[in-house]
């Protein structure tokens, strides 16, 4: 069966949209098609990757994105907004930073546009090792040297870790609070997850993650976002592919 966005009961938009309201198209991809359709008409679609620290910043990205025709964004939830930390030391959402999300998915419907949240990022669990040019775990809130609950990156990808199952638990959250608006095409997990520190097995084996460990923090994530999202959404994972063309990490691919 195709895959579609389905219209939902959902409340008007409550941003100031950049444009005239748009028309939300039906998105679809059969399974013998190598191309989406939009209402129904073959299409190649492009998406964006636009971040921001202010309303104004994203009130840009929104302006130029419906100008050129931008029918998706990707967007990662924790490199926006910056004057709010994207998650509470205690594990719990932060609400002014989840309301400025609700704000912008608003707007973007507004403006006829799908979105893409991406959960998790890899810099932001990375601490210089490997060196990939922007490690962001001193920043993280969870970091225990910010008086977080978290001692190390690698803690996240730990089976069953007390950080593992908080972070799950607040992307359930995440997910119960937009399940209803209408423009979320899809949900993404992680992104890049092959290069936060000691992740990438191969080329750091010590203390690191091997695929399988990859994978079932993947699975718990997909089950997670099931069990909380009714319209049971697409959901996605990106690697970086940087040093995996050599037969790593490929059972990513069949999931």
Same mark, same amino acid.
């Given at each position: 069966?195709?895959?579609?966005?389905?219209? =939902?009961?959902?409340?008007?938009?409550?941003?100031?949209?950049?444009?005239?309201?748009?028309? =939300?198209?039906?998105?679809?991809?059969?399974?013998?098609?190598?191309?989406?359709?939009?209402?129904?008409?073959?299409?190649?679609?492009?998406?964006?990757?636009?971040?921001g620290?202010?309303?104004?910043?994203?009130?840009?990205?929104?302006?130029?994105?419906?100008?050129? +025709?931008?029918?998706?964004?990707?967007?990662?939830?924790?490199? +926006?907004?910056?004057?709010?930390?994207?998650?509470?030391?205690?594990?719990?959402?932060? %609400?002014?930073?989840?309301?400025?999300?609700?704000?912008?998915?608003?707007?973007?419907?507004?403006?006829?546009?799908?979105?893409?949240?991406v959960?998790?990022?890899?810099?932001?669990?990375n601490?210089?090792?490997?060196?990939?040019?922007?490690?962001?775990w001193?920043?993280?809130?969870?970091?225990?040297?910010?008086? +977080?609950?978290?001692?190390?990156?690698?803690?996240?990808?730990?089976p069953?870790?007390?950080?593992?199952?908080?972070?799950?638990?607040?992307?359930?959250?995440?997910?119960?609070?937009?399940? +209803?608006? %209408?423009?979320?095409?899809?949900?993404?997990?992680?992104? %890049?997850?092959?290069?936060?520190?000691?992740?990438?097995?191969?080329?750091?084996?010590?203390?690191?993650?091997d695929?399988a460990?990859?994978?079932y923090?993947?699975?718990?994530?997909?089950a997670?976002?099931?069990?909380?999202?009714?319209?049971?959404?697409?959901?996605?994972?990106?690697?970086?592919?940087?040093?995996?063309?050599?037969?790593?990490?490929?059972?990513?691919?069949?999931?």
């Amino acid at each position: 069966k195709p895959t579609a966005t389905s219209p =939902l009961k959902s409340p008007p938009p409550t941003a100031s949209p950049t444009a005239t309201p748009a028309h =939300l198209p039906a998105v679809t991809l059969s399974p013998d098609e190598f191309y989406f359709s939009v209402d129904g008409t073959p299409t190649f679609m492009l998406s964006r990757n636009p971040t921001g620290k202010t309303s104004e910043d994203f009130d840009t990205v929104l302006t130029w994105a419906h100008q050129g +025709g931008t029918r998706i964004i990707r967007v990662h939830l924790t490199h +926006g907004w910056w004057s709010d930390p994207w998650i509470n030391k205690d594990w719990s959402v932060n %609400e002014n930073w989840a309301q400025n999300w609700d704000d912008f998915f608003n707007q973007a419907q507004a403006d006829g546009i799908y979105v893409i949240p991406v959960f998790g990022v890899w810099a932001d669990w990375n601490n210089g090792t490997p060196d990939w040019g922007s490690p962001l775990w001193q920043y993280n809130p969870l970091n225990s040297a910010n008086g +977080g609950p978290v001692g190390s990156p690698g803690d996240l990808f730990i089976p069953d870790s007390d950080a593992q199952k908080q972070w799950m638990e607040w992307v359930r959250n995440l997910v119960e609070r937009w399940q +209803g608006q %209408e423009n979320i095409i899809a949900w993404e997990i992680f992104s %890049e997850i092959d290069i936060p520190s000691g992740a990438i097995d191969h080329m750091y084996p010590t203390g690191s993650l091997d695929e399988a460990t990859g994978i079932y923090f993947t699975n718990k994530a997909m089950a997670v976002i099931q069990e909380a999202d009714s319209e049971n959404r697409p959901i996605t994972l990106s690697l970086a592919g940087v040093y995996l063309s050599g037969g790593k990490w490929t059972e990513y691919y069949t999931l």
